[in-house]
């Protein structure tokens, strides 16, 4: 069944850590993108893709990174993690052309301590 | 899309009554608006959307209204049931930017028996 993945869903580490937020799609498309949300408030969002190598920076600044190396796949990756950084991470993707909607993955939930 | 202004921050209502919601936007540039519903510890989930060109779109117990004079559009739920309870995010685009989603801070509707 086409759907987004997030891996891990629940993810607790210490300050400084090197993470990396997993994201892949079934869904075959091409635009992909991370957003940023305390539980129940706004999406944020961080990063996103239209395709292959392309990424850019979203509205919200943002320490981390992502990279775009195959059109299924999507990472995020905190270098060094802060306990500002403790929130929940949902990644997404739609479709070119005429086809709006954003499909949203489960989220991982990140805590830094 | 720029700034998207959503009230109420929440919204109590009894079964059976209907709920409204309503979002305004600054960029007389956007021509799409979505509505997501996000239940509690779910991802966020596509319910309706319409674009500029129709006044209005319905789809069993909820419709959405657009003014694009006004530069408003709202969400209308009637009949409401106790699994309508959750976070409403609005949210506009500009269809040359992308696929770049501005939400709204979002509506907790609860609905009570």
């Known amino acids: 069944e086409a759907d987004i993945y997030q891996t891990p869903r629940y993810l607790v580490i210490g300050t400084g850590k090197k993470i990396t937020l997993e994201c892949s799609q079934t869904m075959g498309h091409d635009k992909m993108y991370w957003y940023q949300q305390d539980p129940g408030m706004e999406l944020h969002l961080i990063h996103y893709?239209?395709?292959?190598?392309?990424?850019e920076k979203g509205d919200l600044s943002s320490e981390s990174t992502v990279s775009r190396i195959r059109t299924e796949h999507f990472p995020l990756t905190l270098e060094s993690a802060r306990p500002s950084h403790t929130s929940q991470y949902l990644c997404?993707?739609?479709?070119?052309?005429?086809?709006?909607?954003?499909?949203f993955g489960p989220g991982t939930r990140l805590t830094v301590t | 899309g720029e700034n998207v202004e959503q009230h109420p921050s929440t919204l109590s209502v009894q079964e059976g009554d209907s709920a409204v919601i309503k979002c305004t936007y600054s960029?007389?540039?956007?021509?799409?608006f979505p509505w997501y519903k996000q239940e509690l510890g779910k991802r966020p989930q596509l319910i309706i959307d319409?674009?500029?060109?129709?006044g209005e779109k319905k789809d069993q117990r909820i419709a959405v209204t657009l003014n694009k004079t006004a530069k408003h559009f709202s969400l209308h739920i009637t009949e409401t049931q106790p699994e309508d309870s959750a976070v409403y995010f609005c949210a506009e685009m500009t269809t040359d930017s992308w696929g770049k989603l501005q939400f709204g801070a979002g509506t907790q509707v609860v609905v009570t028996p």
């Open positions: 319409i674009r500029s060109n129709v």
């Open positions: 960029d007389s540039a956007s021509n799409y």
């Open positions: 997404a993707s739609s479709a070119l052309g005429g086809a709006y909607e954003q499909y």
């Open positions: 893709s239209y395709g292959v190598n392309s990424t």
